[in-house]
């Protein structure tokens, strides 16, 4: 099943409160900088996930990445959607490892998050141009 755009935007402003709920329950007691991502998958389902920090930095768990292995462990079908929150007010977009890691969940996946002021929405090779792909 393939959703449109027009679709997606039906639901975005569920998919924007689920994550903030999701960002009311992360773990920063480091950097207070906490995060809740929530994916919308193709079958309609959403998966949130929240950033898990820990003492040995680089454990750190991001939100979006949660949120795929949320979505990924509970069998949720290719997700077509993420909403990303962090702190009210501030730029937050997926970190590099996330794109990463999102792109080859779904190429075309479409992500909605707040930069400089207001909510934007990226696709994913928008965000990461020219990125490594294992190729058959």
């Known amino acids: 099943m393939v959703l449109v755009l027009k679709e997606i935007e ?18 920063v007691p480091y950097s207070g900088f906490a995060v809740g991502a929530a994916l919308y998958t193709a079958s309609g389902q959403i998966f949130t996930g929240c950033n898990v920090e820990n003492g040995s930095y680089g454990l ?58 207001r909510r934007v929405e990226r696709s994913i090779p928008e965000l990461l141009p020219e990125a490594f792909l294992l190729e058959d």
């Open 60 to 117: 750190t768990q991001c939100a979006e990445r949660v949120a795929l292995g949320v979505l990924t462990s509970q069998g949720g079908d290719q997700a077509v959607a993420l909403a990303v929150q962090g702190p009210p007010g501030r730029s937050c977009s997926p970190c590099g490892a996330c794109r990463q890691v999102l792109l080859e969940h779904n190429p075309k996946l479409r992500v909605w998050f707040w930069w400089e002021g």
């Open 10 to 27: 039906e639901v975005l402003e569920t998919l924007w409160e689920e994550a903030g709920k999701a960002r009311s329950r992360a773990y």
